[in-house]
């Protein structure tokens, strides 16, 4: 290799980067994950409130301030946008492939073509892809996972743990601490360096899980005190055990998790050869097994174990997955159960299945009017993109075999997830759209008219139109009472069927997500309802 090749990032870090870059620049933030975000931070930014996050005027608990901060910082230099904050998360995501890939070169040392093809496999994975491109904090925590995991494996620097920690602990609290427990507890089981001393493994490793909370308290103590009690009480006690004995927010029950691994693994799960690799195997208990089994069974089943569940959680368990899935078919090569012709049969059969039906959808032989909305906007569009995804589905059959057969259905099945990416922001982005909507809102708040959200408010207004003021959150029994204090405010509401006649009335309406959004002034509404038959109340737009 030549000394300039040497200096190239890795194929795979340049493709999926590439790749991800395209695909998140296809439509703006998405409501109400990465707007909640963007409006946190924006609110941080525009009153100056560095220390204590907010949004929509009040304390927000819910998370912790790292990701704002970086945000901030590329606001500093480049002013509010949003272009930012999404190369920052491809940034992340970027990291959190080189760092797994790093991990995966300590974990399988003695096996380096299967450490080589783990970014590969993690890379691939459709949900983290496409989940990676939302404004959101699991990325990070599942870098800074790796981070301390990867300080953690061979000889142990637990300088970097503690960093890592720390930061994992600013992006998402206290569950960081549960996705480093139980590699650290059981130290001795995997780790060459602890069995030879525990007494020190563990003095060191405590040392360290101490300057990671050190760090969490050096701003959560001052932030709890400015907060104000309500906000410090959230902080510290009901957020954390909220979630995890009965959780007020995404409860599931125990199983729920199960299922979501299909949804996670894909498009590996679909594969195979990685099934026959498996079929194949004979329990094995080396120090690679032992860190992957002490890493990924217990911090899964605790997981299923807390209340709150949600699929995303468990991203920063993936690369163990990856990893142990690359260790399975490193085990199973010598066994005859490597490649074959047509291995990736499956995900191309997928691929065409998908093509077809979107042709029948834009000919008109599937009746897209008798399904939700959606579906007629994907059937608009969706034949222009059928050539594509069977093209690739024919890549997969002919070419997805052989030495590179990893990298190759890697980069077919990321090909295709930018294709539905691009669908995606072709037929359906419009029903998730709320710049319009936002920037009526700044209007109406330049022009000093109050401002009421019926139902569920998450800040999904508050960046797109760089709101200054809070939005009252109200339910449709308070509409009578705020419209009366407020007869020229503006109601903000999102009924599930729309009045023919609202319209002709409404300031504003446009489609969002399943249900229609409607922009009124709070006199004109109060006298259409009066006028009309009674709707339906109007449900939380945040489940």
Not at 180 to 188: D, E, M, N, S, Y
Not at 380 to 406: D, Y
């Amino acid at each position: 290799m030549s000394l300039r090749a040497s200096h190239l990032p890795p194929v795979w870090l340049l493709l999926w980067f590439c790749l991800a870059l395209l695909a998140i620049f296809q439509h703006g933030p998405m409501p109400l994950y990465s707007t909640r975000t963007l409006a946190v931070a924006w609110e941080m930014w525009n009153t100056g409130q560095w220390l204590v996050p907010h949004i929509n005027g009040q304390p927000y608990s819910h998370k912790v301030p790292l990701l704002f901060w970086l945000i901030h910082a590329g606001w500093a230099v480049f002013g509010v946008n949003d272009i930012w904050p999404s190369v920052l998360q491809i940034g992340i995501g970027a990291g959190w492939l080189a760092a797994s890939a790093a991990l995966a070169r300590r974990v399988l040392d003695l096996r380096p073509a299967a450490a080589a093809s783990v970014p590969w496999l993690l890379g691939a994975l459709v949900y983290p892809f496409l989940f990676g491109l939302q404004i959101m904090y699991e990325t990070l925590l599942a870098l800074t996972v790796v981070l301390a995991l990867w300080a953690m494996h061979g000889r142990p620097r637990w300088g970097w743990f503690a960093l890592a920690l720390g930061a994992g602990l600013m992006t998402k609290g206290p569950v960081m601490l549960l996705h480093v427990a139980f590699p650290l507890l059981l130290g001795p089981w995997w780790s060459e360096y602890a069995r030879a001393d525990p007494w020190c493994w563990y003095r060191r490793g405590a040392l360290g899980v101490a300057a990671g909370l050190a760090v969490l308290l050096a701003w959560a103590v001052p932030a709890g005190m400015a907060g104000g009690e309500a906000y410090r009480n959230e902080l510290f006690f009901l957020q954390t055990a909220g979630r995890v004995v009965d959780s007020f927010d995404h409860a599931r029950p125990l199983h729920w998790y199960l299922p979501m691994l299909l949804v996670l693994l894909f498009p590996w799960v679909a594969w195979p050869r990685l099934w026959r690799a498996v079929f194949a195997q004979r329990p094995q208990l080396d120090d690679s097994s032992r860190f992957l089994a002490s890493w990924l069974l217990p911090t899964f089943v605790v997981f299923c174990l807390i209340s709150g569940k949600q699929v995303y959680y468990l991203l920063p368990l993936l690369p163990a997955a990856c990893i142990a899935i690359a260790l399975v078919l490193a085990r199973a090569q010598p066994a005859g159960t490597g490649r074959r012709r047509w291995s990736a049969w499956p995900l191309a059969l997928l691929l065409f299945a998908v093509a077809l039906a979107l042709v029948a959808l834009s000919l008109g032989l599937l009746d897209a009017q008798r399904g939700p909305r959606w579906l007629g906007d994907v059937a608009a569009v969706g034949g222009w993109f059928a050539p594509g995804l069977i093209a690739l589905g024919a890549v997969l059959l002919v070419w997805a075999h052989g030495r590179h057969e990893i990298a190759r259905i890697a980069s077919v099945t990321l090909g295709a997830a930018v294709l539905m990416q691009m669908l995606f922001a072709q037929s359906m982005y419009r029903n998730f759209d709320l710049r319009p909507a936002a920037a009526r809102i700044a209007l109406a708040q330049t022009a000093g008219r109050p401002v009421a959200n019926v139902g569920g408010y998450a800040g999904q207004f508050h960046f797109f139109g760089r709101l200054a003021r809070p939005i009252d959150d109200i339910h449709t029994h308070d509409l009578p009472a705020w419209t009366q204090q407020h007869p020229h405010g503006m109601i903000v509401r999102y009924p599930v069927r729309s009045d023919p006649h609202a319209r002709d009335r409404a300031e504003w309406m446009q489609p969002f997500r399943s249900r229609q959004l409607e922009i009124w002034d709070a006199t004109v509404l109060a006298e259409f309802e009066r006028a009309s038959a009674p709707s339906q109340d109007d449900e939380d737009v945040e489940r």
